[in-house]
């Protein structure tokens, strides 16, 4: 079947996602097309009515702020939702200018394609659930996101940990308040000089240095060296306030490595606390850092919580997990 994929290309988690599902698709038998789109047209979608679909395509799978544009004669729709700006909890990560366009533009936008859509996904349980508080209509299919677990993986061999080493911890994302990135020079700053953190910084980080000696920036990396940092850590420490998925928990979790991470949106259904790492109250520095300091000090508990991130990953967050269930929604659609 061939599969339209238009995206609108940001240069982050919106061109990641795209290009997993083509990926899950393909290895189903399908023909994706992806279509990348410049991101200025998010504010003018109705233009995107004038492009042409591929030939002989069956479905569209679009972002829901765009997926009513994109609409055709004789071809099905599925509209995405990765995570829904209009949920109360993500106000406090808006500018003044962003809440005039969240409230009216993209909320005009995505009533459309809810109502012209065939099907929708939600890429989590809350985000659908979020969705849904928001503007009503059908409730969202959940499709949580696949990562390539063939390729996030632990490390080949495992070496001799040496115990005078710092505890190592590894942040990943954009240097931003709603990733909770304000917290990461208090909970340093609490562990003292036993531990460290390794941070990558994002397409949207200004400022990557902190003035903390036992914080080291990593700048941007390749997949390859994300891979390699994800190993390399003790703890992948993620304190975010809002996510609609959580790759960065995911993707630590396929190479084997815990994840300390905020109780909060999506985060509780990629990481099981207790099993997979450890759940903390929102902006609880003291809870983080009691919580690393109870798995650096416990390293039976630690490897266990490692073999079971890395079976939980391939379980629930694979790629060919991702391909079965868009497969089944498909096939349900155009049967």
């Not at 479905?59 to 004789?74: M, P, T, W, Y």
């Not at 240097?175 to 990558?200: F, H, V």
């Not at 703890?235 to 975010?240: E, Y």
Request: proline share 5%; hydrophobic share 40%.
């Amino acid at each position: 079947m061939i599969v339209w994929l238009p995206y609108l290309s940001t240069g982050g988690g919106n061109d990641t996602y795209f290009e997993r599902l083509a990926k899950s698709l393909y290895t189903k038998g399908h023909q994706p097309i992806l279509q990348r789109i410049p991101l200025k047209w998010q504010y003018f979608p109705f233009w995107l009515s004038n492009i042409a679909a591929p030939v002989d395509a069956k479905i569209c799978i679009a972002g829901l702020n765009i997926a009513f544009a994109l609409k055709r004669d004789g071809m099905k729709v599925i509209a995405i939702e990765h995570h829904c700006v209009l949920d109360p909890a993500y106000k406090p990560f808006r500018s003044l200018y962003q809440t005039i366009y969240h409230e009216s533009l993209v909320k005009y936008f995505s009533k459309s394609s809810l109502r012209c859509a065939d099907a929708v996904v939600a890429v989590s349980d809350y985000t659908a659930g979020s969705l849904y508080r928001a503007l009503g209509g059908p409730r969202a299919h959940v499709i949580k996101n696949g990562i390539e677990t063939d390729f996030f993986t632990p490390a080949p061999q495992v070496s001799v940990q040496n115990s005078k080493r710092p505890f190592r911890l590894l942040y990943v994302g954009n240097l931003i308040y709603r990733k909770g990135s304000d917290l990461l020079p208090r909970i340093m700053m609490k562990l003292g000089n036993k531990y460290e953190l390794y941070y990558t910084s994002g397409l949207r980080t200004r400022n990557t240095d902190f003035d903390i000696p036992n914080m080291k920036p990593l700048g941007r990396l390749s997949r390859e060296q994300l891979r390699d940092e994800y190993r390399k850590a003790d703890l992948l420490l993620f304190p975010t306030r809002f996510e609609g998925f959580g790759y960065a928990a995911a993707e630590a979790m396929a190479c084997g490595t815990p994840v300390v991470t905020s109780n909060c949106s999506s985060l509780p259904e990629v990481v099981q606390d207790g099993i997979s790492g450890r759940l903390v109250g929102l902006n609880d520095i003291d809870g983080f850092a009691d919580a690393i300091r109870d798995l650096a000090a416990n390293n039976e508990l630690l490897k266990s919580m490692g073999n079971n991130a890395r079976r939980i990953a391939k379980e629930c967050f694979s790629i060919d997990r991702m391909g079965t269930e868009y497969d089944l929604l498909l096939n349900e659609l155009t049967g």
